[in-house]
């Protein structure tokens, strides 16, 4: 099936630095990629939809600011954290479609992004 | 808006023996997809079921099932023969046509007992 790489698995960083996160589609070209964020033990909440070549689309309550997403090429999305606080440490994880709607679609998800800020 | 309810925070089964996780949406879309989703303690997302809303059918994949009752609004995985490592929290999701946005509900955590 479709592969979803993301990395860093796990980062830990000092308040008020900013800490980048890919995800690539490894076999696959995603033309469109989703951030989720997950807190502990709660559901994953959509951050943005990051589309190639053009500006994400940011859900609402979403700093557009502060979680920049860039959209270089059909295979990769970044989500950079800008000026972390420990308010934003959580798991952020991000998933590409496949397919269309109509045959047999899936979303397939990278393995996540541990952020710890100190 | 859609809505996505899992209402089993919890559920304990034994190994080998079926599981039904319960799943209930709402939605004013005529055509909407949805989704079972795996998540293990590492915190990847697995694929494990879809089931479009105008398939006649209920979906099957392997040891997973999906109980389509589009009149009721729900959409139940079942787990047939559980194994230990099914152990796992799960996700129910819908998605619109033509949108890109999957919803999620809010899991269930599923224990298999040896």
């Known amino acids: 099936g479709a592969v979803v790489s993301q990395h860093p698995s796990r980062v830990i960083c000092k308040s008020g630095t900013s800490v980048k996160i890919e995800c690539r589609s490894l076999?696959?070209?995603?033309?469109?990629m989703f951030w989720y964020r997950q807190f502990p033990k709660q559901s994953l909440m959509l951050m943005a939809t990051s589309n190639e070549g053009s500006k994400a689309t940011y859900e609402q309550g979403v700093e557009k600011d502060k979680f920049l997403i860039n959209h270089a090429s059909l295979t990769l999305s970044t989500l950079t954290v800008t000026s972390a606080h420990p308010e934003d440490s959580s798991f952020y994880i991000c998933s590409a479609r496949t397919g269309t709607f109509a045959t047999n679609e899936k979303l397939f998800f990278g393995s996540g992004t541990q952020l710890s800020v100190l | 808006a859609q809505k996505i309810t899992q209402t089993q925070p919890g559920m304990f089964v034994q190994e080998k023996e079926a599981v039904t996780l319960d799943c209930t949406y709402d939605t004013s879309d005529p055509s909407y997809g949805l989704f079972w989703y795996k998540q293990p303690s590492s915190g990847e997302m697995i694929f494990l079921i879809y089931?479009?809303?105008?398939?006649?059918q209920n979906a099957t994949e392997g040891r997973y099932s999906l109980n389509f009752q589009k009149a009721r609004k729900s959409a139940n995985l079942v787990i047939s023969a559980s194994q230990l490592g099914d152990s796992a929290m799960y996700f129910c999701a819908m998605s619109r046509e033509g949108y890109q946005k999957v919803t999620f509900g809010t899991g269930t955590k599923l224990q298999v007992i040896p």
């Open positions: 076999d696959f070209q995603a033309t469109t």
């Open positions: 089931q479009g809303s105008y398939d006649q």
